[in-house]
């Protein structure tokens, strides 16, 4: 069989527990191709940077609402409080998924109404846009949404983050399609103008249950036509959490493939076991889509 990896110019960023299984899982979906293929990715850290070229550790989706100066310094500290009292919920090793899930769901649920309160319309998350430089996508982002598009494959944005803002900078650097791009996140609802807030949509969207069965649940069959027959998926993920984002996608497990590839972004020596026996991949500190273009080069046939 070949080998794929062989060649690959950025092998040093690359980790990779077995090579045989990955390159067997490679050949299947160049084999059946684009039309078998969908796509299932994180957005904060996994689409977008951890760091940028100094080094200097980069913002989420909900760090950019969070510190922006467009809001009053008392939406911060009420943001902080939130973080302060459930983080430790969430990062707590003797508490079970189960037993976090419930203060996190709170967290998330009470973070959203916050920002209800001070997100009155469409045009403020516009403006904690404009103009930031700590919110980045990975270099080839870009490339790779327009070969996914070009080549009809759909692609789901599954994020604990804000989906409005996650939203907003897709559609501004041409990047959302709405026929093939799909978000399950956390949005906020507005009124018939589309401009003033008035509640929040369900489901609020944690780390707990961001997967195929929640979007599934929240999305009607039309809308969801674009996945049916797809059968082998591209997971991208940048915590260990994120490897179940493909369960509830309907697959016959006899025939589909799954390429897990992880974004290892700090805490290397700490994490890299766990990641290699979970992913298919790690690409460890490496602030590019490099690989995850080349399997696209490689189904492509462009290599």
């Known amino acids: 069989m070949m080998d794929y990896l062989n060649g690959y110019e950025h092998k040093k960023n690359l980790r990779v527990k077995d090579s045989a299984g990955l390159n067997k ?3 299947k979906i160049k084999e059946d191709s684009f039309e078998h293929l969908q796509v299932i990715s994180d957005f904060d850290y996994t689409l977008s940077k951890y760091h940028n070229g100094d080094g200097d550790r980069l913002d989420s989706s909900w760090g950019i609402i969070e510190k ?3 809001f009053p310094s008392s939406f911060r500290e009420k943001c902080r409080a939130l973080f302060n009292k459930y983080h430790p919920y969430e990062v ?8 976090k899930t419930p203060h996190v769901a709170e967290w998330y649920t009470k973070l959203i109404e916050l920002m209800t309160v001070y997100i009155t319309d469409m045009e403020l998350i516009k403006r904690s846009l404009s103009g930031c430089t700590d919110l980045q996508l990975r270099d080839g982002v870009p490339d790779f949404v327009s070969r996914l598009y070009e080549h009809h494959v759909p692609f789901l944005i ?5 989906g409005e803002l996650i939203k907003e900078l897709m559609t501004t650097l041409g990047l959302f399609h709405s026929d093939y791009t799909k978000i399950h996140s956390n949005f906020l609802d507005f009124d018939e103008s589309c401009k003033k807030v008035v509640g929040i949509k369900e489901p609020v969207v944690h780390v707990f249950n961001k997967n195929g069965a929640s979007y599934l649940q929240h999305t009607s069959p039309t809308e969801n036509e674009v ?15 994120d490897l179940t984002m493909s369960e509830g996608i309907p697959q016959n497990l006899d025939e589909s493939t799954i390429i897990k590839i992880g ?11 766990r990641y290699m026996n979970e992913y298919d991949v790690v690409i460890i500190d490496d602030q590019t889509m490099n690989f995850p273009l080349q399997v696209l080069k490689l189904i492509s046939k462009d290599m």
């Open 227 to 241: 996945i049916r027959g797809r059968k082998n998926i591209l997971l991208f993920g940048d915590s260990l959490g």
């Open 25 to 27: 899982k490679l050949e």
């Open 158 to 162: 599954f994020s604990a983050g804000f």
């Open 92 to 99: 707590d090793p003797q508490l079970s998924i189960p037993e």
């Open 68 to 70: 922006s100066s467009v």
């Open 263 to 273: 974004f290892l972004n700090h805490d290397v020596e700490a994490y890299l076991d």
